[in-house]
Each structure stands twice: as structure tokens, then as C-alpha cells.
């Protein structure tokens, strides 16, 4: 009998102590430790990883565009160590921008953090002609444009279609 009673509280102290380990961690705890890790790299940037690097520029870009850039530094082979000192100088954005633009792991690494003006309209613009789907892709991220936006754009540019400006001659 007092085997039994020991098997069974046994049991209940195991399913007790399984179920509060294994519970999910509160969005609190799950913040520190984002914030916690974030300190930790601004201190030794040696430590990114690129799951870092998703997590610095979800923060301010779509999931979609955050994986294609993070896709294109993989194929620039720009390392994480250098990606994270570069966000973390001038900005996640201007990163995206710089990487859409064109820039190489070289040319990321020659930027000083000193260099605190960086022409920003001027990476939108080589990135947007750069025929490179990021770089659309982030400066579309940055400025979305409006369904007004785009009417407005089409009346501007609007031009009549070519058959009925020459009914319009013959008649």
C-alpha cells in the first residue's frame, strides 16, 4: 500500500513538473531574450548569425522582402558579422536599400559608420533600376503606394489609345 501511494504521487510530481517545463515561454520572456540577444550583438557583432539578421530587418520590412534580401547577401556572400555592424550603424533599411542597389560584400565593408550621410533617394534609385527584384521589392516596402497613388499616376500619363485617334483623323 505505501508503494502504491509512492508510485502515485511520483507520478502526479513527474506530470506536474513535465507540464510546467514544457509550457511555452510568455511573450514578456520571449521579449527580453530578443532585446537581451540584440545588446549582446551591438557589444560584439562577431556573434550574428543570419537568423539575426531576418530578425533586425523584420522589424522594419515585410517577411517576404526581409528572406529575399537575406537571400541576396547569401549569394554576395556578405557574412552576418558584416551585415549586422552595417544595420546597426546606419540603419536595417538603408542595408536592404544597399544590398538592392547593387553593393558588394567590398563595398559594404569600405563603408565607414562614420559615414552618417548616406544618400538614401540615391540607393532607392539604383535600386530600383539596378533590374534587381529586391531592390524593387524594399523601396515598393518603404514608400507602398496607394490605390489614389496609382489613379493619380494614370491620369497623368494617361494617353488615348491609338485606334481612336485615327477615327478620330479619318472622320
Avoid: K
Avoid at 539578421?53 to 537571400?71: F, N, S
Avoid at 538592392?100 to 559608420?113: F, I, V, W
Avoid at 544618400?119 to 530600383?128: C, F, G, K, V, Y
Amino acid at each position: 500500500m505505501n508503494l502504491n501511494l509512492v508510485v502515485a504521487v511520483g507520478v502526479v510530481v513527474a506530470i506536474v513538473v513535465s507540464f510546467v517545463v514544457s509550457r511555452p515561454a510568455r511573450p514578456q520572456a520571449i521579449a527580453r531574450g530578443i532585446e537581451r540577444r540584440e545588446r549582446r550583438l551591438r557589444r560584439n557583432p562577431a556573434c550574428a548569425t543570419s537568423t539575426d539578421i531576418e530578425m533586425l530587418l523584420g522589424h522594419e520590412l515585410p517577411a517576404d522582402v526581409t528572406r529575399e534580401v537575406c537571400r541576396l547577401a547569401g549569394e554576395r556572400q556578405v557574412p552576418p558579422t558584416l551585415l549586422w555592424s552595417w544595420a546597426d550603424a546606419h540603419s536595417p533599411t538603408l542595408l536592404a536599400l544597399a544590398l538592392g542597389a547593387g553593393y558588394s560584400r567590398q563595398e559594404l565593408a569600405l563603408t565607414r559608420p562614420s559615414d552618417s550621410e548616406i544618400d538614401r533617394e540615391s540607393l532607392e534609385m539604383h535600386a530600383e533600376l539596378n533590374s534587381c527584384l529586391v531592390g524593387s521589392m524594399v523601396v515598393r516596402a518603404i514608400h507602398p503606394a496607394t490605390v489614389t497613388d496609382l489613379r493619380q499616376h494614370q491620369q497623368r500619363h494617361h494617353r488615348a489609345p491609338v485606334g481612336s485617334s485615327l477615327r478620330d483623323r479619318t472622320a
